[in-house]
């Protein structure tokens, strides 16, 4: 049978079943519908086969001359709630965009570049398996003695990617240096700095590898100083400190490339 229009004053039923989500008796809403599915809208070859119980295509209907671009439009709040029925409750193939705020509760898991116009805030912890690359990098917290202040300080810089130690040595020679860093560290890049205490002592460095630091003393005389030993890291490549270009771009930070 085919009507030119179909008006129905109650309800609207398709399948079998009985949603009780829509009233019965004398609370059935006015106005309400339910369809069973599989449901597609849209254009008629948009689909194959069944891939959801409700399938969106784009509109190409020829009586409607202005041939909308979206296939979905919402207007008001949205709420999804997934299952089991798939890996990820949302997929998205494209570009999304996204006017106000956006809060996740769980782990998000990006196989791309992200772009933020603005601030991006992190209220746990961020990791990263490759590099950060900013203009500067601090931290700003709370002022530990000022009452209504905050304390910000920025990261010292260098052209490597380094790492040191630092601390005092009494009435000893040798500076025993981190376990790790012999698979961590170019032993050939080692530096150390030493400020004598009390007294002048004369001290040098006698020896390195990548265990330990020996000192020496003039005559003998105690050690009794402060320390601070640099290397730069092996387990990453070298950092490219200048390179020709406007923009940023990720062989900057191989010195090989």
């Not at 004398?26 to 339910?34: F, Q």
């Not at 599915?37 to 969106?56: K, N, R």
């Not at 709630?81 to 509760?105: F, P, R, S």
């Not at 961590?184 to 150390?192: A, E, F, S, W």
């Amino acid at each position: 049978m085919h009507f030119a229009d179909v008006e129905c004053g109650k309800r609207f039923f398709l399948g079998t079943g009985r949603p009780i989500a829509l009233g019965i008796g004398d609370d059935e809403i006015r106005g309400s519908a339910y369809m069973e599915g599989p449901v597609q809208m849209g254009t008629a070859d948009a689909f194959s086969s069944v891939l959801g119980t409700l399938m969106i295509g784009r509109e190409k209907n020829e009586d409607d001359k202005k041939q909308p671009s979206r296939s979905l439009y919402v207007k008001g709040n949205t709420f999804m709630e997934g299952d089991d029925g798939t890996a990820n409750a949302l997929n998205v193939t494209g570009n999304t965009n996204v006017t106000g705020n956006t809060n996740v509760t769980g782990n998000s898991h990006v196989e791309g570049n992200i772009t933020t116009g603005g601030d991006l805030t992190v209220g746990g912890f961020a990791s990263w398996s490759g590099s950060i690359v900013a203009t500067t990098k601090l931290f700003d917290i709370k002022h530990p003695t000022k009452k209504g202040y905050r304390l910000a300080h920025a990261c010292l810089e260098g052209p490597e990617n380094g790492v040191y130690v630092r601390g005092k040595l009494k009435n000893d020679k040798t500076i025993l240096l981190p376990e790790y860093w012999r698979n961590l560290i170019n032993i050939d890049t080692i530096t150390v700095q030493l400020q004598p205490i009390g007294a002048h002592q004369d001290i040098i460095v006698k020896r390195w590898d990548a265990e330990k630091v020996e000192l020496q003393s003039k005559s003998g005389i105690p050690i009794h100083c402060f320390y601070h030993i640099f290397a730069e890291r092996q387990d990453v490549k070298q950092l490219m400190t200048e390179y020709k270009g406007d923009e940023f771009i990720h062989h900057s930070l191989d010195k090989t490339s």
